[in-house]
């Protein structure tokens, strides 16, 4: 198959979907599959599709790109990875070419996101695009729900059929199992991944590992690895509640890192822990799956995430580690001790977890659905 897909960037190191893309298209190349993107047909990154939701002008710029791309390549599959893309399905001289398109989380609806006085637009160019499409992909049950509910909300039409879940992969050959050693000061070495925006649930986060030290008087340190914005509220909320527990010598945030260095700080984590929170309103906030909990199984590393949003199920409650309410710090940090001093989660146990989650697997679901 000569497949197509529609994403601005295959940059690994960019977020959630640019390392989805990235790691499906290696697969299926390492499949046979004669896969390629956007970013590597054009040489060039395109705009942020997210843009496309408060900026239609860019829609018509890298639109002239995008038409370019598939008239060239003349793709048998077309695999929308960004959602917003979606939105130029209509528009696109695609021909006898399938389109599929993953939906991951938050904006697996765009019309939801559409500027104002553009809903109506937005909604005819959804509606268009299903008719058009082969496949949805969701990373998890819990997106699936959401795009259902959502289109039923704006009277869309959008069977559950047309919809089948293929949770996320990971490249297992990246990651390997490190032996087991304590750190030379005794401290435990807990690890977040993740940008600091409050659905990350950082600010949870911080007040478990709070009520950890009061209760257990757990010896820690903990590294939030991720973008940041200093001068931010949230981060000033961060930083206090930081300072309201006596942290300021544990936390560090540490920024966006290479692929090497993520990989390190893996190798010497004793814990991750991320708990995503799901922000109320008509379109919620929530994360869609997590590889970040897959990547730390796969070094061995036990997780700990929320039972809210599609997180819950990139987790084998009490094999890979432990799916908890975020908004509760004395049940997490109950987990965080039985993880860190109780030794409550097997190291190998989470590497099997995520060998579950091998990208080849995915991709070899993926193909089925191509077919």
């Known amino acids: 198959m000569k497949i197509l897909f529609l994403s601005n960037t295959i940059d690994p190191t960019s977020g959630g979907y640019g390392r989805y ?3 499906l298209q290696r697969a299926l190349k390492h499949a046979g599959e ?4 956007l970013p590597e047909f054009l040489g060039a990154e395109l705009s942020d599709p997210f843009a496309y939701l408060t900026k239609p002008f860019l829609f018509l710029r890298d639109y002239r790109s995008i038409r370019r791309a598939i008239l060239q390549h003349q793709p048998n599959i077309v695999h929308i990875t960004f959602e ?3 939105l130029l399905v209509p528009l696109l001289p695609l021909g006898k070419a399938k389109v599929f398109l993953t939906v991951h989380g938050t904006y697996a609806y765009a019309p939801s996101f559409a500027p104002f006085g553009l809903h109506w637009l937005y909604r005819i160019l959804f509606a268009r695009a299903l008719a058009r499409l082969s496949g949805i992909v969701a990373v998890s049950d819990y997106t699936k729900q959401h795009l259902l509910r959502q289109a039923m909300r704006d009277a869309v039409k959008l069977s559950a059929d047309f919809i089948t879940t293929v949770h996320n992969g990971i490249s297992m050959s990246t990651y390997a199992l490190p032996a087991a050693s304590a750190h030379e000061d005794g401290r435990k070495h807990i690890l977040t991944v993740a940008p600091a925006k ?19 008087g757990g010896i820690f340190f903990y590294h939030i690895v991720g973008s940041y914005e200093p001068d931010s509220q949230y981060y000033h909320s961060l930083e206090a509640e930081i300072q ?24 010497q984590a004793d814990l991750f822990l991320m708990l995503p929170i799901v922000k109320p309103g008509s379109t919620p906030a929530f994360e869609g799956f997590g590889l970040v909990y897959l990547e730390a199984n796969a070094c061995g590393v036990p997780v700990i995430g929320s039972q809210k949003g599609g997180s819950a199920e990139a987790i084998k409650d009490g094999v890979s580690g432990f799916v908890v309410d975020a908004h509760d710090p004395n049940a997490v940090a109950s987990k965080i001790h039985a993880v860190l001093d109780e030794n409550a989660i097997a190291r190998p146990a989470a590497r099997a977890w995520a060998e579950e989650h091998d990208i080849a697997i995915v991709a070899g679901q993926i193909q089925n659905f191509y077919r």
Request: net charge negative; charged share 30%; aromatic share 14%.
């Open 21 to 23: 893309t990235y790691d």
């Open 198 to 216: 409050s659905r990350k649930g950082l600010l949870e986060s911080i007040r478990a590992m709070g009520v950890y030290k009061e209760q257990y």
């Open 84 to 86: 917003p893309y979606a």
């Open 34 to 37: 004669e896969a390629t993107s």
């Open 244 to 267: 309201k527990y006596g942290l300021g010598e544990q936390v560090s945030f540490l920024g966006r890192i290479s692929d090497e260095a993520l990989r390190e700080e893996y190798a």
